[in-house]
């Protein structure tokens, strides 16, 4: 089963600030199948990235996502105030499918 | 545009079973897509339970592998879960979602969830 470790845990910044969040995988993933989700309270998760770097349907271009192998980074090139959330990654490339434990952005 | 909408009890009794099904519109579940089941206990992240495909063909989480069983019904375009010996750690919003792996598409459709609520 690959871990996957987000950090930091929580991260506090400004509307206008950028963002950067970072997954790490306890082994190489599977044709880099990283994704990244959004989750609002009392939400659905909404898929923002695929494949390490694809943008979903209807993502904002200020949502990038990086990486390779086992390391892998989702930037957000500047908060607005709807961005702030908690955001998961996962890595659909190999079974079972297993999510990291959040990253919560704050306002701060 | 895939729609997923879950359904079931929302309070189950503990050593019970927890019974859902996800009805999909929008697309045939005898498409190349995986049909999974997702959890989320209050104030927690997200774990995956398991898929499966239009074949019968499963892949389940192994700390859940001895309670749960998902099964797909082609011909009302739906599939479902089953989970037993339920206590109160099973407690939380279940998910159904699917994906495109031969695409190499996440999952970007999502039921609303539904809360299980595991209590006498």
């Known amino acids: 089963e690959i871990v996957l470790t987000q950090s930091p845990g929580t991260l506090s910044l400004s509307p206008g600030e950028r963002a950067t969040l970072s997954c790490r995988a306890s082994q190489s993933v599977n044709s880099n199948y990283l994704a990244w989700y959004q989750q609002k309270p009392g939400q659905t998760p909404r898929l923002l990235i695929y494949?390490?770097?694809t943008r979903a349907t209807g993502i904002p271009d200020r949502f990038s996502g990086s990486g390779s192998g086992a390391d892998f980074t989702l930037t957000i090139g500047r908060l607005e105030p709807e961005d702030f959330a908690v955001y998961y990654c996962q890595q659909y490339g190999s079974s079972p499918i297993t999510f990291g434990q959040g990253t919560r952005l704050e306002i701060k | 545009q895939v729609q997923l909408l879950e359904s079931g009890p929302g309070v189950v009794k503990p050593s019970g079973t927890l019974s859902l099904t996800c009805a999909v519109s929008?697309?045939?579940?005898?498409?190349?897509?995986?049909w999974t089941w997702v959890r989320q206990p209050p104030g927690k992240g997200l774990e995956w339970i398991g898929e499966?495909?239009?074949?019968?063909?499963?892949n389940y989480n192994p700390s859940l592998k001895s309670r749960v069983t998902i099964s797909v019904d082609r011909s009302k375009n739906q599939f479902s879960v089953r989970l037993n010996s339920l206590t109160a750690a099973d407690t939380a919003v279940y998910y159904c979602?699917?994906?495109?792996?031969?695409?190499?598409?996440?999952?970007?459709?999502w039921g609303r969830g539904t809360l299980v609520t595991v209590s006498s």
């Open positions: 499966v495909y239009h074949s019968g063909l499963t």
């Open positions: 494949g390490a770097s």
């Open positions: 929008g697309a045939s579940i005898s498409n190349t897509n995986w």
């Open positions: 979602a699917t994906y495109s792996p031969g695409a190499g598409v996440a999952h970007k459709y």
